[in-house]
């Protein structure tokens, strides 16, 4: 069984020890993502071309610091695949990233601009509607070149909590801003999925109870990125633990 496994660093899992040997540094490429603990599961043999900071475009066709688009990795002799891509092509984390920043920090020349359109609904609203194209464009293409494949884009889990419960530091407006776009995303990648004759792994509605600010996180909230530490509004070993689980039930072919 011939699984690859394509995604940004929401797949790929950086600061979640060990990193997989002779992976890019940049790729933040954890042994314990959920790509590999499914193979594991599995028994399949895997292509994990994962790359922290991907967008649409590096999946479909542009290199990524030196590394080939992502989808050259697929040869057709793929039984399964899995996609978790989108959201730096609107900015997801990073928002919440520049929302839990201090307010001296967000004033401080340079930063500030990028601050202020991060956190800018219309902007982000624009770039949601740029990357619905994108998103079918991956799952033709994935079907095009593995054609025998079962194709599955896995969405992202649930970083925020529902209304109502805080999630500091971020404000009020910053966390429902995260939600809105968190929620389109999710909705994008189902009508991606749908149209293009591929499958999906709901991680967004399975971990909703598994939040960041949650009793039992399956990512993490806001903090600084420490080396050898699953990094902040990212996955953490329990979050990729229960995406593999996901996959593994998908397919059907897990014991």
Known sequence: MRYVALGSSMAAGPGIVPRVKGSPFLAGRSARNYAHLA????????????????????????????????????????????????????????????????ARVRRLPGIGSAVKDLLDAGARDGALERVASELHAVGSLIRRKSPRARIFFVDYLTLLPPPGIAAPPLSAEV????????????????????????ELVAAAEASRDHHAWSGAPWTLGAGWPLPGRPQPFHPNAAGMRAVAGLIVAATSLGA
Not at 50 to 66: E, I, K, M, N
């Open 39 to 102: 193979a594991e599961r599995l028994g399949a043999d895997l292509i994990d071309v994962t790359f922290s900071g991907a967008t649409t475009a590096h999946v479909l066709r542009d290199s990524q610091r030196g590394v080939p688009p992502q989808a050259d990795a697929l040869d057709g002799s793929e039984d399964l695949v899995t996609v978790t891509i989108g959201g730096n092509d609107v900015g997801y984390v990073p928002l919440l990233f520049a929302g839990s920043l201090p």
């Open 175 to 198: 966390a429902e801003l995260g939600r809105h776009v968190a929620g389109r995303l999710a909705e994008l990648t189902a009508a991606a999925a749908r149209d293009t004759g591929c």
